[in-house]
């Protein structure tokens, strides 16, 4: 029952562009993006910034989801492939230092 009321609030913020909506999102759903990027990325600081990029992407993609998206799922599996990006980037970083 609560996708259904995700996918109200997605699309009330992409047709209205309702910043309460999106924020009642956020709110939602932060604790468990943090949590599946804590567990991927190890460290808080960079399970934060992980945890932003995540409703960053959200925000942008929003309008090319479907009606029928599990958001939970959806921002576990951005929150997961997210943090693998950014582990990727700081090793190439760390090799190149």
Known sequence: MQELEDIA???KYVDDGSEEAF???VTRHVNKVYSVALRHAGRPHEAEEITQAVFVILARKSRRLGK????AGWLCQAARL????????AVRRARRE
């Open 68 to 71: 029928r998206v599990m958001l």
């Open 23 to 25: 924020a009642a999102l």
């Open 9 to 11: 609030l997605l699309r």
């Open 82 to 89: 997210t943090a693998l990006t950014f582990i990727r980037s």
